[in-house]
Nanobody, 112 residues
């Protein structure tokens, strides 16, 4: 497993942007699948976006066209650029690495 640490969350107004970062404790070059999940209060954790080692991506329908996932293997980091944020994007965002590694999460709150 790999340790993951998220950062970049915060409070933002609707329509604003945030960029989340997930730094891994070791090289992610050999990790095929990495991604972001989120969990809102009272709801199940859901997939937001995933990216493979060849930079293929997939997004939840609710964030398509607004969020972009990227990875920088040289920095052992995965990013989530979130634009046009909506109040319904409010959640704790978790980084995931194949092999069932999870970060502790970072809170994103979008005010209306």
């Amino acid at each position: 497993q790999v340790q993951l640490v998220e950062s970049g969350g915060g409070l933002v107004q609707a329509g604003g942007s945030l960029r989340l970062s997930c730094v891994a404790s070791r090289s992610i070059f050999g990790i095929n699948l990495m991604g972001w999940y989120r969990q809102a209060p009272g709801k199940q954790r859901e997939l937001v976006a995933i990216i493979t080692s060849t930079s293929s991506t997939n997004y939840a329908d609710s964030v398509k066209g607004r969020f972009t996932i990227d990875r920088d293997n040289a920095k052992n980091t995965v990013y989530l650029q979130m634009n046009s944020l909506k109040p319904e994007d409010t959640a704790v965002y978790y980084c995931y690495a194949q092999g069932n590694s999870w970060g502790r999460g970072t809170q994103v709150t979008v005010s209306s």
